[in-house]
């Protein structure tokens, strides 16, 4: 049974910077895709990025480009959100999840996700 748990929330003034991380155990992570997404207070959930097994391609959402970079460390069983020139509307919870497998149809889809984590809180300020 794989797991995984985010960490790195926090508050921060627009422009400001903070990096998510996301710690997998139980499985052979280095096996699997990973993905951010993220839900705002009365929104849906909404894909933010995601990374193959490998590390080598990575894809973004729109309002997220250019401005959050997704990584990932497999010898530490970890995938890494680093988030910058953060704006107002970035507030809400992130959450780490993965497919359990290598190839999702579409990365995009949190359908695609089998497991998540709790999700940590980020509050950007005007």
């Known amino acids: 049974q794989v797991q995984v748990a985010e960490s790195g929330g926090g508050s921060v003034q627009a422009g400001g910077s903070l990096r998510l991380s996301c710690a997998a155990s139980?499985?052979?992570?280095?096996?699997?895709?990973a993905g951010w997404f993220r839900q705002a207070p009365a929104k849906e959930r909404e894909f933010v990025a995601s990374?193959?097994?490998?590390?080598?391609?990575?894809s973004y959402a729109d309002s997220v480009k250019g401005r959050f970079t997704i990584s990932r460390d497999n010898a530490k069983n970890t995938v890494y959100l680093q988030m910058n020139s953060l704006r107002p509307e970035d507030t809400a919870v992130y959450y780490c999840a993965t497919p359990g497998y290598a190839l999702p149809a579409d990365y995009s889809r949190a359908e695609e996700y089998d497991y998540w984590g709790q999700g940590t809180q980020v509050t950007v300020s005007a």
């Open positions: 139980g499985g052979t992570f280095s096996n699997y895709a």
């Open positions: 990374i193959t097994r490998g590390g080598r391609f990575t």
